[in-house]
């Protein structure tokens, strides 16, 4: 697709309960990232994927939190035994990387609001 | 440690007035890149410019312009003659080798244009 596309848009469960919310970047972007956004608060990163390097994960804030990406192109990221404070936006983003490994500016997705009752 | 600094947390101006975004950065390296995003109420954030600090040239496009300074470490983000759809919240950002180029992410300034 010509931007970068997330699902489900919204997604409302109950607590204790997984969830797994999807990112399909943009053709051709190696760099895939996952960021948190609580409402009025600035972004949150997540983790960080980079063609078939591991990716770096030291934004997750618990074990609960986990993300693959397939194939190097869509990304899956699942919560596991969701709470309330999960309730935020997850925003995921893909860039270009170029060949010295600057990273060009990052294209987002719409976002998936999930809120855990 | 690498850092950017977004002091205002949110302006409020009336609509045609000129407003200006700042934004400081802190880094160790030589070469890095600066960002503007824009996130609109709708959510969705929409990058505006990339700068590589090599370029000290001011830009402009329509009626946004940046005003970057190493000297200050500062590069400004100022809307002219704004109007209500520019209300938004206004992100900046800077990438290095130091972060792996990660972006690293200022807190946000809240825009209000007024009618």
């Known amino acids: 697709g010509a931007g970068v596309s997330q699902s489900p848009s919204n997604k409302v469960t109950e607590k204790g309960k997984d969830v797994e919310l999807r990112c399909d970047p943009i053709s051709g972007h190696t760099a895939l990232y996952w960021y948190r956004q609580s409402l009025g608060q600035g972004l949150e990163f997540l983790i960080y994927?980079?063609?078939?390097?591991?990716?770096?994960k030291s934004g997750l804030p618990s074990d609960r939190f986990s993300a693959e990406r397939t194939g190097g192109s869509v990304s899956t990221l699942t919560i596991q035994r969701t709470q309330q404070e999960d309730s935020a936006v997850y925003l995921c983003?893909?860039?270009?990387?170029?060949?010295?490994?600057?990273?060009?500016?990052?294209?987002f997705g719409p976002g998936t609001r999930l809120t855990v009752l | 440690a690498q850092k950017v600094t977004q002091a205002q947390t949110e302006i409020s101006v009336v609509e045609k007035e000129d407003v200006t975004l700042d934004c400081v950065y802190e880094?160790?390296?030589?070469?890095?890149?600066l960002f503007w995003y824009k996130q609109p109420p709708s959510g969705e954030l929409v990058f505006l410019i990339r700068r590589n600090s090599f370029d000290e040239q001011n830009e402009i496009s329509g009626r946004y312009s940046w005003n970057f300074q190493k000297s200050t470490s500062s590069f400004n983000f100022t809307i002219t003659a704004s109007q209500v759809v520019d209300s938004a919240v206004y992100f900046c950002a800077l990438n290095s080798l130091d972060s792996n180029y990660q972006l690293i992410w200022g807190a946000g300034t809240k825009l209000i244009i007024k009618p």
């Open positions: 994927f980079q063609g078939n390097s591991a990716p770096d």
């Open positions: 880094t160790r390296d030589t070469t890095y890149y």
């Open positions: 983003a893909s860039s270009f990387v170029e060949a010295g490994g600057e990273k060009d500016e990052q294209f």
